[in-house]
């Protein structure tokens, strides 16, 4: 039995409930059904294993490949959260800047549609384990550029 890391008296002991409330950088999302979680004993704190936040936060990402329309900025900055990526990964590998993520992310610009349909194919990999798309766009992305690099050439201006 673990401590209780907020009043340092008590222990955590299991609590099952059942429609828990979690929050996102979406907001406030319900994840239905059962959920095993553990409350102190002498203060009532609750805490959700981290394996049950995983978990969770796979189910939510599920939904949101699922989902019609294309993906919105509070939606981007859940799956940023989520991914195993860094920000600045999910750019190089979708022939973006930085920046313009931190924009999408943000809501100052529009998602670019390509972009929405890359993103969900790197997390659709991410759910199964894999990560064949985001390793395949930066060894694509890596050659073209390799490619597009000119050498000047000093001459006589034939």
Known sequence: MNKCEVC?????????????EYNTPM????????????????CGEVFVP?????????????RLLEKKGFI??????????VLPFSQAEIAAAAGKERS????????????????????????HDYLE?????IVRLKIRHK??????KIKKVSGSGH
């Open 143 to 148: 050659f073209l550029f390799q490619k597009e």
């Open 50 to 62: 981290g394996v049950l936040i995983d978990y969770w936060n796979r189910l939510i990402l599920q």
């Open 100 to 123: 313009t993520l931190t924009k999408y992310k943000n809501g100052e610009n529009p998602i670019d549609p390509l972009f929405d349909d890359t993103l969900r194919n790197i997390a």
């Open 27 to 42: 907001g406030i999302v319900t994840i239905e059904g059962e959920s095993k979680l553990e409350q102190c004993d002498n």
């Open 72 to 81: 919105e900025a509070t939606e981007l900055q859940f799956i940023f959260s």
């Open 8 to 20: 340092e008296k008590g222990f955590l002991k299991e609590k099952k409930v059942r429609n828990c």
């Open 129 to 133: 384990g894999k990560d064949d798309t």
